[in-house]
Nanobody, 127 residues
Framework: QVQLVESGGGFVQAGGSLRLSCAAS????????MGWFRQAPGKERDFVAA????????QYTDSVKGRFFISRDDAKNTVYLQMDSLKPEATAVYYC????????????????????WGQGNQVTITS
């Protein structure tokens, strides 16, 4: 079983940047697609970004395209979410998650298809 721990969150002014990290332990992340989701107060946990097992396929929710970038370093067993030009509406708890094995180099935007989750990391954007 894999354990996922997010870090890198905090407070930042609108227009600023943060990089979230998701470190895995228990086993390697190699061969698993990974995703980032976020949950604002009183709202559902929504998809933000996903990366395939090779890193060659990435998907983003429309509101973050061109500003957020997901990447992975399998040697460090870590997935990252670089967040630039942050807006106050990005304030949320951010979660990383591991998807079950895909037969191909696919990703999923669906929360229910992810098997393991981190504990979440608060990101607060001040205006």
């Amino acid at each position: 079983q894999v354990q996922l721990v997010e870090s890198g969150g905090g407070f930042v002014q609108a227009g600023g940047s943060l990089r979230l990290s998701c470190a895995a332990s228990g086993r390697t992340l190699t061969n698993y697609a990974m995703g980032w989701f976020r949950q604002a107060p009183g709202k559902e946990r929504d998809f933000v970004a996903a990366i395939s097992r090779s890193g060659g396929n990435t998907q983003y929710t429309d509101s973050v395209k061109g500003r957020f970038f997901i990447s992975r370093d399998d040697a460090k067993n870590t997935v990252y979410l670089q967040m630039d030009s942050l807006k106050p509406e990005a304030t949320a708890v951010y979660y990383c998650a591991e998807h079950g094995p895909f037969p191909n180099d696919e990703v999923s935007l669906f929360r229910g298809s992810y098997s393991y989750w981190g504990q979440g990391n608060q990101v607060t954007i001040t205006s």
